[in-house]
């Protein structure tokens, strides 16, 4: 059904859909372009890759959860999405939440499994970007633009989650009561990573892993810490692929490690900055999110709108009929209602989080003048690992994001993925109804879109976490007088 689609819903502009952007077309037409660009190479690679192959990968990992599309991953290799959030001095596209954001609604109206694959590595270089260590930069994040150069894609993965602390881990104050077994013992030259990692999307495949991990599982907010892991370190293996529900596409891993030697230069940033590293990749991801839910719930739209064109009940279409009409505009009222809470957490943290850091004089210095042999030189990380060079980067940080704009971007950013992850289930749900007993049949897609609205509302944080979020960031003075 899915190459069938033939509404117009589907092939609205970026002003149309959102109307803050034909205003912002006559403030920031430059802006605006870029984004429409980003938007209609993912409509392309949407129509010509994904739809056609949604359903297929989707029963292949039915059978076999390992099983990994590389073929369809380097067919996107010429648009540049793995990299379009490398720093455009880096090769990369130099884009940020909003361009991500559009890009995931688009692919995920066409499959959001496939479309995961992409926002998980997202994730993942969202870690090294908001670690803002430069020497990472370039010794990881240009792997990805290379990887899209040559028609060989490169991967990332956030490690995060762990088997006994899943949403605990990305709160502050959860964390501190959280049953933790990872855990990162310094030895000479660097640190042992012994524990478990699980459900991390794309962590099969990644050549690069973000792994959170404390230094002292008793403090683990005081001694978190980021790590860069390659595929292949000695003692990190890939255990258990979840047998998953939705998003099948985009494998679900448990990694293991048992004593693996991770060099001190595989630190991101300083020892103790992971719990701060955390909270700002979540601020930047749970919007796109909110993205990734808005386009399930548009792709369930489209499907049953189509359905509804075509079947035919008493002689009559079944959109004909005022019972269908309403429902469908009332999932189309609920989809721009979570597409504006998303582009609003999106473009808050693109205008006053961390891309604020990105004009700085020395980040422009870094980026723009210094030759990339210079950033990637052992002297280079000596000197940004060194007193002076954290106090030079915890300066920039102190200056430049303002404690307000960093509560907003948690604030909405919650909000987003709420919204719209609960709004996906629910849409999917009502175009289950409207389809009744045909909803079963898979060529339909409509049983595969509500498996993986599911998954939405529950990593990024369980809504129930993100809820607290919320509450705890727009009224922190309350929650700081004991609304514990």
């Known amino acids: 059904m899915s190459e069938l689609l033939d509404i117009e819903i589907s092939k609205r502009s970026l002003g ?3 109307p803050r952007f034909k205003l912002l077309s006559t403030l920031m037409p430059g802006y605006v372009a870029e984004l429409e660009s980003w938007q209609g190479k993912a409509r392309e690679f949407a129509d010509r890759v994904i739809r056609p192959k949604a359903l297929e990968i989707d029963a292949r990992c039915h059978d076999d959860p390992t099983y990994f599309d590389w073929d369809l991953v380097k067919a996107s290799t010429p648009y540049g999405f793995l990299s379009m959030m490398v720093p455009k001095p880096l090769g990369g596209g130099g884009q940020l939440a909003t361009a991500t954001g559009i890009v995931l609604e688009e692919m995920c109206a066409a499959c959001a499994g496939i479309a995961n694959i992409f926002g998980a590595n997202g994730l993942g270089v969202s870690g090294v970007l908001l670690g803002f260590d430069l020497y990472h930069y370039e010794r990881t994040l240009t792997d990805l633009v290379r990887g899209d150069r040559n028609g060989e894609p490169v991967i990332f993965a956030a490690a995060v989650t762990e088997p006994l602390a899943g949403s605990d881990v990305e709160d502050r ?39 959170m991990a404390p230094l002292d599982r008793k403090k683990p907010v005081e001694t978190l810490c980021g790590f860069m892991v390659r595929q292949g370190t000695p003692g ?3 255990g258990r692929v979840e047998k998953k529900m939705g998003q099948k596409a985009c494998p679900a ?3 293991v490690f048992e004593d693996c030697f991770v060099p001190k230069r595989n630190l991101v940033g300083h020892e103790g900055e992971g ?3 955390t909270e700002l990749v979540l601020g930047a991801s749970r919007g796109p999110v909110g993205a990734i839910a808005t386009g399930i719930a548009r792709g369930a739209f489209e499907r049953i709108f189509d359905y509804a064109r075509r079947k035919k009940v008493g002689g009559r279409r079944l959109i004909d ?52 042999f210079v950033r990637g030189s052992e002297l280079y990380h000596r000197l940004m690992g060194s007193k002076m060079g954290h106090q030079l980067v915890q300066g920039m940080f102190d200056r430049n994001l303002e404690e307000s704009d960093l509560r907003h971007i948690q604030q909405y950013s919650s909000m987003a993925k709420v919204t719209g992850s609960d709004i996906a289930v629910e849409v999917a749900y009502e175009a289950l109804q409207i389809a009744g007993l045909e909803s079963s049949l898979a060529r339909l897609e409509l049983e595969k879109l509500y498996r993986d609205a599911k998954l939405t509302q529950i990593y990024e944080g369980t809504n129930q976490l993100n809820r607290h979020n919320i509450f705890t960031n727009a009224f922190p003075n309350e929650y700081a007088d004991g609304c514990r």
């Open 16 to 18: 149309e859909m959102a």
């Open 173 to 211: 104050e959860y964390m501190e009561k959280a049953k933790l077994v990872m855990e990162a013992r310094p030895v000479p030259g660097g640190y042992l990573l012994n524990g478990r990692k699980v459900f991390i999307s794309n962590g099969s495949v990644a050549r690069w892993n973000t792994v």
């Open 236 to 238: 990190f293996s890939i």
């Open 253 to 255: 891993a448990e990694l």
């Open 275 to 277: 719990m701060r590293f």
């Open 321 to 372: 009929r005022q019972w269908v009409q309403i429902r469908l505009a009332d999932m189309a009222r609920r989809i721009h209602l979570a597409r504006q809470s998303y582009l609003d957490a999106t473009m808050a943290f693109d205008f006053t989080g961390m891309p604020k850091l990105m004009k700085t004089l020395p980040a422009r210095f870094a980026l723009e003048l210094l030759p990339s």
